[in-house]
């Protein structure tokens, strides 16, 4: 099974998903966030790489059964949400998944001054059987 989690705050997750077996890649688009990466996991399985979210390597288009995005698209302004989570699913292979990862509010509230309280209102990319849960 091949992966491909966002790193920047959650590079444990690559590494665990590394550790089950699965071929991961993770990348940021800060060259600095990769070279933490390598230095904090020398002898990682993970592919670390530089890439934009937003324009993402060709060879990435259909080519993963997971993608595991957290907490990045809440950050972005809203005018790009919708084209980030389109490059997120274009990454999934025919059968894969896309886990997401974010803090958010009911629709019908007010958003918070923090981008991070604000709404991930992007849609759901072309996915198909999106679902979505709250935690307690």
């Given at each position: 099974m091949r992966a491909i989690p966002k790193p920047e705050r959650r590079v444990?997750?690559?590494?665990?998903?590394?550790?089950?077996?699965?071929?991961?890649?993770?990348?940021?688009?800060a060259p600095t966030a990769i070279q933490w990466c390598r230095r904090r996991f020398p002898?990682?399985?993970?592919h670390y790489q530089v890439a934009d979210l937003l324009n993402?390597?060709?060879?990435w288009?259909?080519?993963?059964?997971?993608v595991l995005e957290s907490y990045t698209l809440q950050v972005l302004p809203?005018?790009?949400r919708g084209r980030a989570m389109q490059s997120l699913a274009?990454?999934?292979?025919e059968r894969g998944r896309l886990l997401l990862i974010c803090r958010g509010r009911e629709p019908q509230e007010e958003p918070a001054a923090h981008p991070a309280g604000t709404y991930v209102s992007c849609g759901t990319g072309g996915a198909r059987g999106a679902e979505f849960r709250g935690l307690p």
């Open positions: 444990d997750d690559a590494e665990e998903l590394a550790r089950r077996g699965l071929d991961v890649t993770a990348f940021d688009i002898q990682s399985r993970v993402p390597p060709l060879e288009t259909g080519a993963f059964d997971l809203p005018t790009l274009g990454c999934l292979a």
